[in-house]
């Protein structure tokens, strides 16, 4: 009986532990361009129908096809230059090296071209987005943070004051 008690305890911490990696593996809203768009706490890739491009948030990349081969740089070539990030849409890709399928994104996406229909992170009112540097609260979110972390330090002292008066 005490073998099943310690295995259910083993498996309670476990899951607990893979739950809580789970969650930290799975958000990356301080990593995404302020110009993609809101609605996702997790991205890998932004594949970019308009000019057929592909982003990688993890390393700040683009990978663009050029003279028969994919190239990747953190800079887009000089012919984007015009691009308008903010009012295009960015399709939201979670898998590994999305370009070396480009054929089928291509195909699968093509009636996106020309949309302008996705509200930026920049834009976003959802304060999850905050955690953001590039975006326009965020200073004002660190502020908050800062002020509710010195509220917590008083009322923590003063529950600790009032614990040793009552002794």
């Known amino acids: 009986m005490r073998y099943f008690f310690v295995l259910v305890a083993a498996l309670f911490l476990s899951s607990t532990l893979v739950a809580q990696v789970h969650v930290n593996l799975n958000i990356n809203l301080d990593s995404q361009p302020i110009w993609g768009p809101a609605?996702?706490?997790?991205v890998e890739y932004y594949y970019l129908p308009d000019i057929e491009v592909y982003y990688y948030v993890p390393q700040h990349r683009y990978y663009y096809y050029d003279r028969g081969r994919w190239r990747y740089s953190s800079y887009l070539p000089s012919r984007y230059r015009n691009f308008d990030f903010y009012n295009?849409?960015?399709?939201?890709?979670?898998?590994r090296e999305p370009y070396l399928k480009h054929n089928m994104y291509k195909e699968k996406y093509s009636s996106y071209k020309?949309?302008?229909d996705q509200q930026p992170i920049r834009d976003s009112r959802d304060s999850k987005y905050f955690v953001n540097k590039n975006h326009p609260e965020h200073k004002n979110w660190v502020k908050q943070q800062k002020h509710d972390q010195g509220k917590d330090k008083d009322q923590n002292n003063n529950r600790d004051k009032n614990k040793k008066n009552k002794k």
């Open 88 to 95: 295009s849409y960015k399709v939201v890709v979670n898998e």
């Open 39 to 42: 609605g996702y706490d997790y």
């Open 114 to 116: 020309g949309r302008h």
